[in-house]
């Protein structure tokens, strides 16, 4: 059974940097598509960032962002640690949300930050919140 634990949230300032955990148990991080989603009170879920990693070569991650996060959001796994991260710089008051880390059953290279379907399994949540 596929579990998702999130960290790492907090309160910063805009210009501040904060580096989000979601501990996951029960998926593959080999052929497996992961994500961090987000959602602002009186807003629809968005999605953030995706990384999918191909069981034919994992050494490479094959990676998507929303284009209001590209150059300050990084996505990132740890297969050892069976940790996926969302570093985040440059933070702004537009940032401020819950942010979920989601597991795709099926179809995993179909994995992109454009949208949610597929996304089945999901953590409890962080919250992010920057003050101007």
């Known amino acids: 059974q596929v579990q998702l634990v999130e960290s790492g949230g907090g309160s910063v300032q805009a210009g501040g940097s904060l580096t989000l955990s979601c501990v996951v148990s029960g998926y593959s991080f080999s052929n497996g598509c992961m994500g961090w989603f987000r959602q602002a009170p009186g807003k629809e879920r968005e999605g953030v960032a995706t990384i999918f990693v191909s069981p034919g070569d994992t050494t490479y991650a094959d990676t998507t962002y929303a284009d209001s996060v590209k150059g300050r959001f990084t996505i990132s796994q740890d297969n050892v640690k069976n940790t996926l991260y969302l570093q985040m710089n440059s933070l702004n008051p537009e940032d401020t949300a819950m942010y979920y880390c989601?597991?795709?059953?099926?179809?995993?290279?179909?994995?992109?930050?454009?949208?949610?379907?597929?996304?089945?399994?999901w953590g409890q949540g962080t919250q992010v919140t920057v003050s101007s």
């Open positions: 989601a597991t795709k059953g099926r179809f995993p290279w179909l994995c992109s930050a454009r949208s949610s379907a597929g996304f089945d399994k």
